[in-house]
């Protein structure tokens, strides 16, 4: 289902006398002339359930909980505030097919579960190469220049769970004095258009440089990154 083809809610219809567009419609809109929808959709039906992510109800239309998916990634939310933005703001609405007309809003456990889904596909890299390769016959991608970062995902580290025991591929690190639990996102930035080429996740434990090689493509004539890549030339 795609957007075009939602009812209008009272927020939609209020927002259809504003003529001008804000940063986030905007960025929807490029995303929805660029992002191959077609053939990533093509690629997940052969493993999207017949009944709900959860059993019991039909499930919501693939197209949309991956609409939602892209969106919760590309604002970096959680399960919770996803929902919420389906809730409280029209364009985004809009761009997944949903309405508050038709209480057509998935809620945060079903969107979890929609991620777990691809995980347990294997599908969630082919997904982001498709999205990249797009983009690069687009000409979007310069790839003249790279820049590369790494954040930290913190994570519980209680062990008061039914294993009782921390997940072992998570790691304890220290930045600066405090010390962090969980993963660390690698990722490798076109420096003229500011996109996502390249993603690896590790252990909080695993030094920024150490990684670095693999979030190049290879065609860069130029690197950049800060402190935690010093000898990143060697």
Same mark, same amino acid.
């Given at each position: 289902? #795609?957007?075009?083809?939602?009812?209008?809610?009272?927020?939609?219809?209020?927002? #259809?006398? @504003?003529?001008?567009?804000?940063?986030? $419609?905007?960025?929807?809109?490029? /995303?929805?002339?660029?992002?191959?929808?077609?053939?990533?959709?093509? /690629?997940?039906?052969?493993?999207?359930?017949?009944?709900?992510?959860?059993?019991?109800?039909?499930?919501?239309?693939?197209?949309?909980? *991956?609409?939602?998916?892209?969106?919760?990634?590309?604002?970096?939310?959680? &399960?919770? !505030? /996803?929902?919420?933005?389906?809730? &409280?703001?029209?364009?985004?609405?809009?761009? !997944?097919?949903? &309405?508050? @007309?038709?209480?057509? %809003?998935?809620?945060?456990?079903?969107?979890? !579960?929609?991620?777990?889904?691809?995980?347990?596909? +294997?599908? =969630?890299?082919?997904?982001?190469?498709? %999205? @990249? $390769?797009? *983009?690069?016959?687009?000409?979007? *991608?310069?790839? $003249?220049?790279?820049?590369?970062?790494?954040?930290?995902?913190? !994570?519980?580290?209680?062990?008061?769970?039914?294993?009782?025991?921390?997940?072992?591929?998570? +790691?304890?690190?220290?930045?600066?004095?405090?010390?962090?639990?969980?993963?660390?996102?690698? %990722?490798?930035? &076109?420096?003229?258009?500011? *996109?996502?080429?390249?993603?690896?996740?590790?252990?909080?434990?695993?030094?920024?440089?150490? /990684?670095?090689?693999?979030?190049?493509?290879?065609?860069?004539?130029? @690197?950049?990154?800060?402190? =935690?890549?010093?000898?990143? +030339?060697?």
């Amino acid at each position: 289902m #795609s957007s075009k083809e939602g009812q209008l809610d009272f927020g939609d219809y209020e927002r #259809s006398f @504003v003529k001008k567009q804000t940063r986030r $419609e905007t960025f929807l809109a490029e /995303m929805e002339e660029v992002v191959p929808f077609s053939e990533l959709i093509r /690629m997940l039906e052969p493993f999207y359930p017949r009944v709900g992510l959860q059993g019991g109800r039909p499930p919501y239309q693939l197209e949309v909980m *991956l609409r939602i998916h892209l969106m919760q990634n590309w604002n970096s939310l959680s &399960d919770e !505030a /996803m929902e919420n933005d389906l809730i &409280d703001i029209p364009c985004i609405r809009r761009f !997944a097919g949903s &309405d508050l @007309v038709t209480g057509d %809003i998935p809620d945060a456990t079903t969107i979890l !579960a929609f991620r777990h889904f691809l995980e347990e596909c +294997h599908v =969630g890299k082919k997904i982001f190469q498709t %999205i @990249v $390769e797009h *983009l690069s016959k687009k000409g979007l *991608l310069v790839r $003249e220049g790279t820049v590369v970062d790494a954040t930290i995902i913190h !994570a519980p580290t209680s062990t008061k769970n039914r294993k009782k025991e921390r997940d072992p591929e998570k +790691h304890q690190t220290r930045k600066g004095n405090p010390w962090f639990f969980g993963m660390k996102t690698h %990722i490798g930035v &076109d420096k003229d258009s500011g *996109l996502i080429h390249s993603v690896v996740t590790t252990g909080a434990n695993v030094h920024d440089v150490t /990684m670095a090689a693999e979030l190049l493509h290879g065609e860069e004539k130029v @690197v950049y990154g800060d402190a =935690g890549y010093q000898g990143l +030339h060697k």
